[in-house]
């Protein structure tokens, strides 16, 4: 019910809507993943992810609403699989100064992972192996706590980072990725 | 502005690869996400192990470092004891594996001869390929090598013949946890290869894992400045962009197919 609520309350007010597009990159659980045999981590490893979103004023003191719908490229081996990550964000800002919001919220990413199958050949102990490649299309959903901050540069364009906490109530599965955009105000 | 958004995206982005498999018969997952470990009883000794309640301890504290670890997969290791009734002192995998409770992952140790030929193998590991329904790994207890691995490999080792139990093949990414070797190599953490293989085949469902994301049409062409003006306008207007229409729709039909979803999984759940 909530969800409708809000949902009349961004129709009712949207008349002063205003409508985003955004470029950036996406770094999945960055600190918790390794990323060469050394085992540094991923923290700086983004992957493309473009965005549209609205900004909607409510009628609470300083709160916009900033729903939002977000697409994550990830790189693909050759002979691998491919991967994409879709985000659906139902966040709220706080208009910290007249440049600067707070954003905060709750969303949905969803992680679509598939292959085209065949199979590979490769070391196994001593000698070689034969395995399957993935030969269908598996996704995950998860419901991220999203936490950011967002501030205008110059006219008609802002830079936000944004944190999207996974798992927020398994204590070993919490994770956070995060992404660094340059929005556009249409 | 078109090219600092380039650049942007060059210094930012690196190219991982990706390369994990499946076991060699293909997607045989375990039933349920959420599954039992069992360790058989036989002492462990040449591998290292004092008791079989020790080598428990250690797939526990594996497990937590690795495979229950990961937010976009639904598997869940849970370690349920040492069954008295089983031995794996001198069995090969397959023995092994009939000997595994159906849902189950057996962890054991044998001194087989021709299972570990080889002096350097660690450990093997598998799933029952022919139905999925268990998964046994054995440690190498014939010679010393696994003793003689720091800790860290030890759970790292594991965790990799675990990862074969519950249906994952090796992967052609050095810096993967599911790499066939673990020399020369440090693994504190999983890469994003172990991430999409363990999410792949046991994807993560949130039951009440919808938002909805509403989409209203675009207004001034303006900054963030013209918001602290605007919040206090409550007059309705109507949308005049057939866009905005359609983007709205599209949006709604997501909202209302997500709250579909969770009462389904709530009915499904009580």
């Keep these: 019910m909530r969800f409708l609520i809000i949902l009349m309350t961004a129709i009712l007010f949207s008349h002063n809507s205003m409508a985003l597009v ?17 085992g540094s981590t991923n923290t700086f490893s983004f992957s493309p992810m473009v965005s549209v979103n609205t900004i909607i004023p409510t009628p609470f003191y300083q709160q916009l609403f900033l729903p939002e719908l977000a697409m994550v490229f990830h790189s693909e081996d050759q002979d691998g699989y491919s991967k994409r990550t879709t985000l659906f964000l139902l966040d709220f800002g706080h208009l910290l100064t007249s440049d600067l919001i707070f954003r905060y919220g709750v969303g949905t990413a969803l992680t679509r992972i598939s292959g085209e199958g065949g199979t590979v050949v490769l070391n196994n102990g001593s000698s070689t192996s034969t395995y399957y490649q993935p030969d269908e299309s598996s996704t995950s959903w998860n419901t991220t706590i999203n936490l ?21 109530f398994n204590s070993e599965a919490r994770k956070a990725s995060y992404s660094l955009n340059l929005v556009y105000y249409l | 502005m078109k090219s600092v958004i380039l ?15 499946l076991s060699n018969s293909g997607r045989v997952n375990l039933p349920g996400p959420e599954v039992a470990i069992v360790v058989a009883s036989n002492t462990c000794s ?7 309640q020790e080598l428990a301890d250690m797939v526990q504290e594996s497990v937590d470092a690795y495979w229950n670890r990961i937010p976009t997969c639904a598997l869940e290791l849970t370690v349920e004891g040492v069954n008295s009734s089983i031995d794996t002192s001198s069995d090969g995998l397959l023995e092994a594996l009939t000997k595994t409770p159906i849902g189950k992952i057996l962890v054991g140790c044998s001194d087989d001869a021709d299972l570990f030929d080889s002096s350097s193998t660690l450990g093997v590991g598998s799933i029952n390929t022919a139905s999925g329904d268990r998964g046994a790994f054995l440690l190498n207890n014939r010679s010393t090598v696994f003793a003689n691995q720091s800790q860290q490999e030890k759970l790292a080792v594991i965790a990799h013949e675990l990862g ?12 993967a946890l599911m790499y066939y070797a673990i020399g020369g190599k440090v693994q504190e953490n999983l890469s994003i290869d172990d991430y999409d293989a363990c999410s792949y085949l046991y994807p993560h469902d949130s039951p ?10 675009p207004g001034p062409r303006s900054g963030l400045k013209s918001f602290k003006k605007q919040s206090g306008n409550k007059t309705f207007a109507e949308s005049n962009s057939s866009i905005s229409l359609m983007i709205l729709t599209l949006m709604m039909t997501l909202f209302f197919g997500c709250l579909w979803r969770e009462y389904k999984a709530r009915n499904l759940l009580s």
Excluded at chain 1, 30 to 37: L, M, N, W
Aim: proline content about 9%; overall charge negative.
């Design chain 2, 7 to 21: 650049v942007s995206l060059i210094i930012f982005i690196s190219i991982p690869a990706h390369a994990f498999t």
């Design chain 1, 22 to 38: 955004s470029l950036g990159g996406y770094v999945p659980f960055g600190p918790s993943t390794q990323k060469d045999v050394t």
């Design chain 2, 164 to 175: 074969h139990a519950f249906g994952l093949g090796h992967s052609g990414d050095p810096t």
């Design chain 1, 148 to 168: 950011g901050i967002e501030g205008q540069v110059i006219p008609n364009y802002s830079m936000r980072f944004q944190t999207y906490w996974f798992s927020v």
């Design chain 2, 46 to 52: 040449v591998a290292g192990f004092n008791s079989a």
């Design chain 2, 208 to 217: 009440g894992g919808c938002s909805a994301v509403p989409v209203m049409p």
